[in-house]
């Protein structure tokens, strides 16, 4: 995904700094939606910037902390932005914004509507930006049309569940493989059992010295009894590889 195309084609219509953290939280929902990393998706802060995005488009300034539901249901469109903005983009994002505070928890069914909350929160997401780049001038029609193709483009599973096993598609090491494992279960415990069944193509003796070395550097924590969970510098880790494989 390059962000920085993204963010210039869209700066001269909302600001760089909206057009970056519009983007980058954009960015963050797509991994997350590819990872199958439930309930971290940074919905809500890209719904609140496109609000102050739409402020800005419509009054040339914009609310530091805005009213979010209040300008998307009562505000936004009595604006005199395009109909594809105030009407269509501020619904979608209303729509988004309400899964985000109602949905946000943690379920107890036998069907967990998180994967299709995100779902659904990635491709509104990629339908705003796409909106947005079709409003932004300074950009040609090829150039624009080349962008939506590449915000609308069907994301890449790095981790896939398969009868309540993980299996990570990706040609990486014992280490990477563990790191991108114990992500897609952040922020729960990965089971030594769960990484040992995750990982049964690769030779135990392996999984479990991966767990161990990446307890021993401080990017996970845990042990054979409890499982394990990344560090904060373990998921760091995590996101950068995320973020080279995608590249």
Known sequence: MDEKRLVAAIEGLITKKLATELVVDFVKIRRDYATRTLERASTGKFVETFVQALQYMATNTYDTAPSVDHYLDKKAEQTTLSDGLRICAARIARAMYTLRNKRNVAHKNEVDPNTYDLAFAHQSAAWILAELLRSASGITMEEAGALIALIQAPVGTLVEEIGGTRLVHADVS????????????????????DALTSLRRRDESSVRKGLRELDAKKLAHGDTKSGYLLSTPGHQAAVALIQKLGS
Do not use: M
Not at 176 to 183: I, K, Q, R, S, W
Not at 187 to 193: A, E
């Open 174 to 193: 014992v280490r990477d493989e563990l790191l991108l494992l114990l992500h897609s279960h952040y922020p729960d415990l990965l089971s030594v059992k």
